[in-house]
């Protein structure tokens, strides 16, 4: 199911017209705006064989870095960005932080430039300011920062459904604010909107795509007690699945209870019996 989406904070950026955020705002043309967009693709699966550049100057196939068992955080941004990358990462490295799982050890992260002109030597320094950024250590290879050839970073966009475009007049892209979580076989299974990500919002997703491989098992009872709301733009309450589970817990506490009185029953009739034949 494909459904288009614009993204809230972007559109409150562009209608402020605040002078330091010229790299995401639109002024001659309302048409411009028709090319930012995020197409949503869920269930689809992006092309793991493409081919990018890491932060040490080394080729990897996307396809390298989705490994068995762990769901992947992907997101498309450019290095030189003047604004708005800055705040969607910042705010992973800030969701990241809060969260318990590790990237690496429980999920892969993977950061991919828009703009082919930026040097592996730009995705060094930005993965080394985000990863600095989320205050707890982690496999290096856990969150990869990768740069491309056009072709490479047009298709992927394609596959996710994420639309930007450049403005020549500025030298700058725009782009919609939103992060992609996938599986281990880079099957889409969920977006997320916005610059600021709660820890919650990205466990629950992580387990989403992990269908419960990660995680404990308050963690797939959890991820039975909510649902991804597009409206609230994140994982609320799912009323009917929590009453299942408070009807189940119910039946078990009263199932123990009636369990107890039972045995003491039994005990003191057999005591009884045992006394009228000493």
Known sequence: MKRNFIIPGLIILLCFNYSNLT???VQKDVSELQKIDVIEHLGEKIPLSLNFTGPKGEEIPLGALFKEGKPVLLTMAYYECPM????VLNGLSKGIADLDFLPGEDFQMITISIDPGETWQLAAG???NQTAAVGKSF?????EFLVGPKESSERLANALGFKYYYDEERDEYAHPAVSFVLTEDGMITRYLYGIEYRAQDLRLALLEASEGRIGNTFDKILLYCYHYD???GGYVIFAGNV???????TMILLGGT???FWYREVRRRTRTADEKHA
Do not use: H, N, Y
Not at 84 to 87: I, K, Q
Not at 139 to 143: A, F, K, N, T
Not at 243 to 249: A, E, H
């Open 84 to 87: 708005l990358c800055t705040f």
């Open 126 to 128: 930005k993965k080394a």
């Open 243 to 249: 009453m299942r589970i408070g009807g189940v817990i």
């Open 23 to 25: 790299s995401q705002i």
């Open 230 to 232: 597009p409206e609230a």
């Open 139 to 143: 496999p290096e290879d856990g969150w």
């Open 258 to 260: 009636l369990g107890i």
